[in-house]
């Protein structure tokens, strides 16, 4: 059978996974509240569970038409899949954006990685305020979903990228929010080439405040 090429961004995350051995966001956690410690490594999965659901839901829309795309590079590309997930209380707790930025710019660079994938071009922050917003729901419950019957609620993270390239001028901040269900499309925008002040600009009053795709 002839498959068609996956999108770009697609088709280079799975030859950088032939040098990096997996992929995913870094997440910081930035709240340890008793709630926190009650509830944040099922935020953790429902966050990694709307990335796979958008990542997989590229691939069945490629292959609403022919030719379509191999699901088997898809599976392959998921299954190097892995969150790195920074906990540590004493260092993070109640951590500013700044901070959390300054941690991860210096872990990316003892690790030689400066611009190298995107795992280290930005990474996840879920505070108390994005904790709330990732309350009440699971993993489970959203691979349940249909097209149909759709958990409405916009539960979003906050993301930074490393090294921001702005001045007095600027008015993206250097972080963002964004809907839990747009982290597959950030991964793709950063993986073209784009800024992430690309996708900020693109925060409407449809969605007001938090980047929606």
């Not at 995913?24 to 990335?51: L, M």
């Not at 920074?86 to 993070?92: N, R, S, V, Y």
């Not at 073209?192 to 690309?198: A, P, Q």
């Amino acid at each position: 059978m002839t498959f068609a090429r996956p999108p770009a961004s697609t088709w280079e995350l799975y030859h950088k996974l032939k040098v990096h051995p997996n992929w995913g966001y870094v997440i910081y956690r930035t709240s340890y509240s008793p709630e926190s410690d009650a509830h944040f490594s099922t935020a953790v999965k429902y966050v990694e569970a709307s990335v796979k659901k958008s990542f997989f839901r590229e691939c069945a829309s490629k292959n609403e038409s022919s030719p379509g795309v191999d699901p088997a590079i898809y599976e392959e590309i998921w299954a190097k899949h892995s969150s790195t997930v920074m906990e540590d209380a004493a260092l993070f707790d109640g951590a500013s954006i700044d901070s959390i930025r300054a941690h991860f710019e210096a872990w990316v660079d003892m690790q030689g990685q400066r611009d190298s994938f995107n795992k280290y071009r930005m990474c996840i922050v879920i505070d108390e305020e994005c904790l709330q917003t990732l309350l009440g729901t699971s993993a489970e419950a959203l691979e349940q979903e249909t097209e149909y019957k759709r958990d409405e609620t916009k539960r979003y993270v906050k993301v930074l990228e490393a090294w921001p390239n702005v001045d007095q001028y600027d008015t993206f901040p250097g972080w963002m929010k964004c809907w839990t269900r747009a982290l597959w499309d950030l991964w793709t925008m950063i993986c073209d080439g784009d800024e992430m002040s690309m996708s900020w600009e693109k925060i409407d009053d449809f969605c007001p405040e938090v980047y929606c795709g």
